[in-house]
């Protein structure tokens, strides 16, 4: 904080948090869908430092979906933060004295904890017994309506697999452990659990939703990916038109496929780039280098501009794996250089791309080979930089993640919307 002045506070401890976990009392955990609080939901990925049987009490009562932070000796904007388990982190959460939920690290009380509610529509199921939370679970404080629509990912092994994901390891853990955990996700499930949200989201917080899952390279259900995914947007904007901005996270794919995403009704597409630099584009990513390749994947991530219009293409890159061991770079600088070019190639094209904060998930090859993840000084310097080549070009927060600036942002699993400038939320171009 006393290098990096002009980072906010909250966001260098929110990034700390992301990308090390942090450990939880007993008493900070949930009853699941029994009780008050809301329950992680493991919407994609485990996005946590142990696999599930290692996690203790964590296993059986699940942690919250996120918590936010106030307060403390830094005296803390409203910050919301994913959780992420890591038993052996020096942040925990557990109840003082007093019996006020508080963050420490290394038992130093730093920030006041406030647990996400349960929400009305968690609490009632689908005509067939399915729970809300499985089937549209919510997170970034009840913002954004997460489907994961096919929970596997086609690209599949150590050759294709991208090396720092787990969506195919997570899927396996979860069915193990006789958890509800649906592989293809029907449509009227996915209609039906919207219905609940609409219902008793009497407030409206849920402002959009974002269709995503792994990358089809054959067939899922005899469709193709842009028709899988492009399927159930049809669906949702028939029966809820223009309620909530609707996202897909999937391949860069050609054109014609990217229209047909725009025709069913998306308004914001992610044709994430993950890595810029492109020797460790080749080896994190082997599944889209062999079926698309970096330079395709680039090239249509530009033409899928001239369909969404530069705004609305918001490529996701994975902030930290640039520094994974034992290819990525050693020194802040040179991955903070390579990032930074990534930023300037699509920001001088009107793109903004986004970042996820890297968790190094025990299951990838690339959490195996760091556990640590990337260093805080990457992370915080990498806000910095973001912000900058943002203000270069011209360019503010991009359309779909709620307000920006320290105290307002709910987009809780990187800090760069809590980093950025506080200003009104600015419409998609489609509304
Ligand atoms: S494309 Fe890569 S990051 Fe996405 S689900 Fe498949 S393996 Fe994971």
């Not at 269709?211 to 899988?228: H, M, P, Q, W, Y």
């Amino acid at each position: 904080m006393g290098r990096f002045p002009h980072v906010p506070k909250e966001a260098v401890i929110k990034e700390d948090l992301l990308r090390g976990g942090l450990a939880f009392d007993d008493s900070a955990l949930t009853d699941n869908e029994d009780g008050d609080v809301k329950p992680k939901s493991y919407f994609i990925f485990s996005f946590d430092h142990r696999t599930l049987p290692e996690l203790g009490s964590a296993a059986l009562r699940r942690p919250p979906e996120e918590i936010v932070l106030t307060g403390g000796p830094y005296e803390l904007r409203r910050t919301v933060v994913s959780v992420r388990v890591n038993p052996g982190s020096p942040y925990r959460v557990k109840t003082d004295d007093d019996g006020r939920m508080r963050l420490y690290l290394d038992d130093r009380p730093i920030a006041d904890v406030g647990l996400p509610p349960m929400p009305d529509y968690y609490r009632h199921t689908l005509p067939n017994g399915k729970s809300v939370m499985e089937v549209a679970p919510t997170i970034q404080w009840g913002y954004l309506i997460y489907l994961t629509a096919y929970r596997l990912c086609q690209y599949f092994g150590a050759t294709e697999e991208c090396q720092y994901c787990d969506i195919n390891h997570n899927y396996r853990q979860h069915k193990a452990a006789g958890r509800p955990y649906t592989a293809v996700k029907p449509t009227d499930e996915i209609l039906e659990a919207l219905a609940i949200i609409d219902k008793y989201d009497t407030a409206r917080t849920s402002k959009a939703y974002t269709l995503t899952g792994g990358s089809i390279t054959r067939k899922v259900d005899g469709l193709a990916e842009a028709d899988f995914y492009g399927r159930y947007a049809q669906a949702i904007e028939e029966r809820f038109p223009g309620r909530w901005i609707g996202k897909v996270v999937a391949q860069a794919l050609p054109r014609a496929d990217v229209q047909r995403f725009k025709d069913y009704g998306i308004q914001i597409y992610h044709p994430n780039y993950e890595v810029w630099d492109k020797k460790l584009f080749e080896l994190h990513c082997p599944g889209k280098e062999r079926y698309v390749g970096r330079e395709e994947w680039h090239r249509r991530i530009l033409d899928s501009a001239e369909v969404f219009g530069p705004r609305n293409v918001i490529p996701n890159f994975v902030a930290g794996i640039e520094m994974a061991a034992p290819h990525g770079f050693t020194s802040v600088d040179e991955a903070i250089d390579s990032t930074a070019e990534g930023l300037q190639y699509f920001m001088s094209r009107g793109i903004t791309p986004r970042f996820t904060t890297w968790c190094p998930e025990p299951t990838t090859p690339l959490g195996k080979s760091n556990p640590q993840g990337a260093p805080l000084e990457y992370h915080v310097r990498l806000l910095q930089t973001y912000r900058a080549v943002m203000e270069a070009n011209g360019l503010t927060s991009p359309p779909g993640y709620g307000p920006p600036g320290p105290g307002n942002a709910v987009f809780s699993v990187s800090s760069f919307m809590d980093s950025l400038p506080a200003e009104p939320e600015k419409a998609t171009s489609a509304g």
